[in-house]
């Protein structure tokens, strides 16, 4: 529901932006010292607000959009998407690069001091710039309205915004989106289907689109619209787990598929459409060869949120006896093929939840010299201090939260670790979302 524009505040009061904190906000403090989080504004400037009303009442603070900027920062830039100002997709176009690097570094650091943090001098490294600043996404998933429009959420409201360009999507995504707006009558489509996700296969190109059908969505029907996108794309599935287009076609050819080239390394992990895999995919090889550093050559590796194999393969390619722990059934079942389609035989998958396989292998005195973590956004909370409790020499946890990273690194921490090093990466450019590898050694290791 769109919260609603509160009264104007006297034009002669404005606020100056101290910081810009998590989720793009700009903080500054009203004239009576009550916090303002000020949609569009960058640190230094001085600006006036158009106040919205707070969600659920909130009386600590007042959350407001810029009505005029008094004084810009130099990194202020003209956000060069036509749908910015509407679209909550992305919240810091306004920003150069270098800022936006900058101020997702200072939010990392706030992070963890906020969350009772003791950080040494340089401890928090400067993010790794993303090579792509626009046109990185390789899976765009768009929400589907009954009147046909498609795009993403308005900003503060449950509305759809109907996009057919995206500038963080890859040109092949876009092509495909733009034929879907011009050629297809959504409002048809709309019946059977809530979202429509638009994967591209990052070696080969193809585009996958999934039919994230709706609970009363009828087959049939299903079968028809298939027929309707089936010229605009290489591969057409549904939710449901049908493959509608091409028919009778190859498990192969319902694939997407990454080769890796890193750390002396040479593989490919292949995942089927519509399940997770990083979107930046050239930042996710960085990301990776981070995480093989970082690991430090075990010989016995627990990988939780193991996904397809992301860390699991290179770590058991670099000779580490590997248990990888994933939710997804199928995620689990494509992590097996990976590591069999790339010779391994010292790796084992476990489909189940994090929280209670760490304590069934705590209760069964289960041995590691380095647990790697890449948990969902809400992080792993309590479970967190499961793991000082398997004794690992080293922990690698990787996050896109920086507060619920925090959190479940102060519970490790307080399990007899030592923080060594934090590594902001630059995985969604123009967005406030960073991800966070942290690098934990047992207290009193060599």
């Keep these: 529901m769109t919260r609603q524009v509160a009264d104007q505040p006297p034009e002669n009061k404005s606020v100056f932006i101290e910081k810009l904190v ?23 400037e001085q600006v006036t607000l158009q106040l919205l009303q707070a969600r659920g009442g909130r009386r600590d603070y007042v959350e407001a959009t810029v009505a005029k900027v008094l004084n810009s920062v130099p990194e202020r830039t003209k956000a060069p998407c036509p749908y910015y100002t509407e679209c909550g997709g992305c919240n810091l176009q306004h920003a150069s690069y270098s800022a936006q690097l900058r101020m997702k570094a200072e939010i990392v650091i706030e992070s963890l001091q906020r969350a009772g943090i003791s950080l040494a001098q340089d401890i928090v490294l400067p993010p790794l710039p993303s090579g792509e600043q626009f046109g990185y996404r390789y899976r765009l998933r768009l929400h589907l309205e009954s009147n046909g429009n498609l795009g993403f959420h308005r900003r503060r409201s449950n509305r759809v915004v109907p996009i057919n360009h995206c500038l963080l999507a890859t040109a092949g995504i876009n092509t495909v989106l733009n034929r879907v707006q011009q050629e297809i009558d959504l409002q048809i489509l ?151 389609l790339a010779g391994l035989k010292n790796t084992r998958f476990v489909s189940g939840e994090a929280a209670k396989e760490l304590a069934a292998l705590h209760h069964s005195k289960a041995q590691f010299d380095t647990i790697l973590l890449d948990p969902p956004r809400q992080g792993l909370g309590k479970a967190a201090t499961l793991l000082p409790k398997l004794a690992p020499k080293r922990i690698v946890s990787i996050s896109c939260d920086p507060a619920t990273h925090a959190r479940d690194l102060r519970l490790i921490l307080a399990g007899g670790y030592r923080l060594l090093k934090v590594q902001p990466v630059d995985m969604f450019p123009q967005t406030h979302h960073i991800e966070t590898m942290a690098i934990l050694e047992q207290a009193g290791a060599d």
């Excluded at 989720?23 to 504004?41: H, I, Q, S």
């Excluded at 999934?210 to 605009?232: D, I, R």
């Excluded at 995480?291 to 194999?309: I, Y």
């Design 190 to 340: 709309a019946r059977q289907v809530e979202e429509l996700e638009y994967n591209q296969c990052p070696e080969s190109g193809r585009i996958f689109l999934v039919l994230h059908a709706k609970k009363q969505a009828q087959t049939k029907e299903l079968h028809n619209l298939a027929a309707m996108l089936a010229p605009m794309a290489d591969n057409v599935q549904t939710t449901q787990g049908l493959c509608l287009h091409p028919q009778n076609a190859s498990e192969q050819t319902l694939l997407l598929h990454q080769h890796f080239y890193h750390s002396g390394l040479n593989y490919t992990l292949h995942w089927p459409a519509g399940s997770f895999f990083q979107v930046n995919s050239l930042q996710n090889e960085n990301l990776v060869s981070l995480a093989m550093d970082a690991a430090a050559a075990p010989k016995r590796a627990l990988d939780l949120f193991c996904g397809s194999g992301n860390f699991s393969i290179p770590m058991a390619l670099l000779g580490a006896q590997v248990l990888g722990i994933e939710y997804s059934r199928i995620t689990t079942r494509w992590a097996r093929q990976n590591s069999k």
């Design 22 to 44: 998590h989720g793009g906000w700009g903080l500054g403090r009203l004239p009576d010292g009550k916090v303002a989080l000020v949609e569009g504004a960058l640190p230094g």
